[in-house]
């Protein structure tokens, strides 16, 4: 598989691939990187949103 | 019956539509929905409530990134929904996750700035996340579910 990196396209068969992930309250993220030797040459991260910004409204009472 | 004294849900929807002017307020060239963009934060950005507008500072700055970010998609319409007598939510959520396709942000970031290119660049949200760098791939954001208790905005009375 090519895979796009700073030096343009390149066959994994030549890169190390590394994977990882955070989970917390506020997203679940993923990354994937690509090294070539000792030089990182593509890294991807897709982080999805689980917190909404949420606020609150009141009516004052009168009187 | 009782009378229950409470903002009425349908006002919070309205709110998202700028049905109601409580001041002067700035003339809408059109009644379709305006045009959200998403702009990246570096780690050392101050990003938070009291930003008004976008801004170029400390903003992300890299190969196929474009100053400004990129454009919402926004199919969701926002939503009101009444839960009782005194309590409801109006909420949105763009409907497409946010790519930003084969970057390279080299500077660390981790925060996004929602805001209306229509209207003056006025902000409407920052979000946070696990600060990142791209290298030459891509950086999406995928939204929650549009939905009272996960969507991205919500306004709510309780």
Redesign the interface.
């Known amino acids: 598989m090519l895979v796009?990196?700073?030096h343009g396209k390149m066959d994994d068969s030549l890169l190390v691939k590394k994977e990882g992930s955070?989970d917390n309250d506020?997203?679940f993220?993923t990354?994937?990187?690509y090294w070539l030797d000792d030089k990182?040459?593509?890294?991807?991260?897709?982080?999805?949103?689980?917190?909404?910004?949420?606020?609150?409204?009141?009516?004052a009472?009168?009187g | 019956m009782a009378n229950t004294?409470?903002?009425c849900t349908s006002f919070?929807g309205e709110l998202m539509t700028a049905t109601h002017n409580f001041g002067a307020s700035p003339i809408r060239a059109a009644s379709t929905a305006d045009t959200f963009k998403a702009s990246l934060y570096i780690t050392t950005a101050t990003m938070n409530a009291s930003i008004t507008a976008y801004t170029a500072t400390n903003e992300v700055n890299g190969t196929n990134y474009t100053a400004g970010g990129v454009t919402i998609t926004n199919g969701n319409i926002p939503n009101a929904t009444n839960s009782s007598a005194t309590a409801g939510v109006a909420?949105w959520?763009p409907s497409a996750s946010i790519v930003y396709t084969?970057v390279?942000l080299s500077t660390s970031f981790d925060s996004v700035l929602i805001y209306n290119s229509t209207q003056s660049n006025k902000a409407v949200?920052v979000?946070?996340?696990?600060a990142?760098?791209?290298?030459?791939?891509?950086?999406?954001?995928?939204?929650?579910t549009n939905s009272t208790?996960?969507?991205?905005?919500?306004?709510?009375?309780?």
């Open positions: 796009n990196t700073i955070v506020n997203e993220t990354w994937v990187e990182l040459v593509h890294r991807s991260a897709h982080v999805t949103l689980k917190t909404s910004l949420f606020t609150q409204l009141e009516a009472e009168i | 004294q409470s903002l919070l909420y959520t084969n390279t949200a979000y946070t996340f696990t990142q760098v791209i290298s030459a791939g891509d950086f999406s954001l995928t939204m929650p208790t996960t969507a991205l905005v919500r306004l709510s009375t309780t």
